[in-house]
């Protein structure tokens, strides 16, 4: 009788905290404004915060624009266009840059206030989206048929390539360690790099998940 009371006693007290927890994520969550961008053609497929210069940017797939949005004015302050079939976007604070990948193989890199083309950086067909990581100020991302592409935010260029045994889909780094887990395109794998030694190191199968 005793454990039944005690694991009710157990089971309210998670039911409570649960409901708290829900309540506190709800009120976090409530809607204060928005910023209309306009007519939109396609998916958003890529968000960077510039928090310094209280900027939002915005990237439209569909329609090859970039708007950055002024969040103290809460209005698009500027739009850039022509990239055409973007693949994702980038931003490394350190040196206030912002990276986009096109679908004509290039990362454009942009810079200033108002955002300016700075330079670009050539890598090939089939980029995919661009992930920042700021222990090493590097940015990865899949491209061509089987390599993950390393850009140096540092020095504004491309510095390495991992090589894998499969087409590289969706990329995750992972958090406080070293390692990129890839999905490949076509199979039930997920390939693993090490990004220190800058290589594959393994890949396990999904099965039928």
Same mark, same amino acid.
């Given at each position: 009788m /005793?454990?039944r009371?005690?694991?009710?006693?157990?089971?309210?007290?998670s039911l409570? =905290?649960l409901?708290?927890?829900?309540?506190?994520?709800?009120e976090?969550l409530n809607?204060?404004?928005n910023?209309? &961008?306009g007519a =939109?053609? %396609?998916p958003? #497929?890529?968000l960077a915060?510039d928090?310094?210069?209280?900027?939002?940017?915005?990237?439209?797939? %569909?329609?090859?624009r970039?708007? =950055?949005?002024?969040?103290?004015?809460?209005t698009v302050?500027?739009?850039?266009e022509?990239?055409v079939a973007?693949?994702?976007?980038a931003r490394a604070?350190?040196? #206030?840059?912002?990276?986009v990948?096109t679908?004509?193989g290039? =990362?454009?890199v942009?810079?200033? /206030?108002? &955002?300016?083309?700075q330079s670009?950086?050539? &890598?090939?067909?089939d &980029?995919?989206?661009?992930?920042?990581d700021?222990?090493?100020?590097r940015?990865?991302l899949?491209f061509g048929s089987?390599?993950?592409?390393?850009? @140096?935010?540092?020095h #504004?260029k491309?510095?390495q390539?991992?090589?894998l045994d499969g087409r590289p889909?969706?990329l995750?780094?992972?958090d406080?360690g070293?390692l990129?887990?890839?999905?490949a395109v076509?199979?039930?794998r997920?390939l693993?790099?090490d990004? @220190?030694? #800058?290589?594959?190191?393994?890949s396990w199968t999904t %099965?039928d998940n």
């Amino acid at each position: 009788m /005793v454990r039944r009371r005690a694991l009710k006693s157990v089971f309210v007290a998670s039911l409570l =905290v649960l409901a708290g927890f829900r309540l506190a994520a709800a009120e976090l969550l409530n809607q204060i404004g928005n910023i209309p &961008l306009g007519a =939109v053609a %396609g998916p958003i #497929n890529g968000l960077a915060l510039d928090y310094a210069n209280q900027r939002l940017f915005v990237l439209e797939g %569909g329609a090859g624009r970039l708007a =950055v949005i002024d969040l103290a004015a809460g209005t698009v302050s500027q739009t850039i266009e022509g990239l055409v079939a973007s693949t994702g976007l980038a931003r490394a604070p350190a040196d #206030n840059r912002l990276y986009v990948g096109t679908g004509d193989g290039k =990362v454009t890199v942009f810079s200033g /206030v108002p &955002l300016a083309a700075q330079s670009g950086i050539s &890598l090939g067909p089939d &980029l995919g989206p661009l992930h920042y990581d700021a222990g090493s100020e590097r940015i990865y991302l899949g491209f061509g048929s089987k390599k993950i592409a390393i850009l @140096d935010t540092t020095h #504004n260029k491309h510095w390495q390539d991992i090589r894998l045994d499969g087409r590289p889909g969706p990329l995750v780094l992972e958090d406080g360690g070293s390692l990129a887990f890839v999905g490949a395109v076509g199979e039930k794998r997920i390939l693993v790099a090490d990004r @220190d030694g #800058n290589k594959q190191t393994g890949s396990w199968t999904t %099965g039928d998940n």
